[in-house]
């Protein structure tokens, strides 16, 4: 019963992102990046809504970097729409291999 309750106490003090960490697939992020890559692919590219921004470029960022941001976005903790709707549509699994595509260019 110790034992449980240790193993439950360290489960509950991992993030969650530990606790469900994925292995990506640069080559199925290559497949799944069509939704990305029409804003973050295009050097130097302003989107205007909700509001003129310049659009950053991803390739080349840390991988986890990358997995992190689109799970905020997921979770309503980064406020852009257009990055909300999108990640919001991803499952854990294309976010790793999305991540893992952008972050290995």
Excluded: W
Excluded at 25 to 30: D, I, K, L, P
Excluded at 47 to 73: D, N, W
């Amino acid at each position: 019963m110790k034992a449980l309750l240790a193993a439950g106490l360290v489960f509950t003090l991992l993030p969650a992102s530990a606790a469900f960490a994925l292995d990506g697939n640069a080559e199925a992020g290559a497949k799944k990046n069509e939704m990305c890559i029409g804003c973050h692919g295009i050097y130097d590219y302003k989107s205007s809504f909700p509001s003129v921004y310049r659009v950053p470029m991803i390739r080349g960022q840390s991988a986890k970097y990358l997995e992190a941001a689109l799970h905020e976005y997921k979770k309503g903790e980064r406020s852009h729409p257009t990055m909300r709707a999108v990640a919001g549509s991803l499952t854990d699994q294309d976010i790793a291999d999305l991540a893992a595509y952008y972050g290995s260019k």
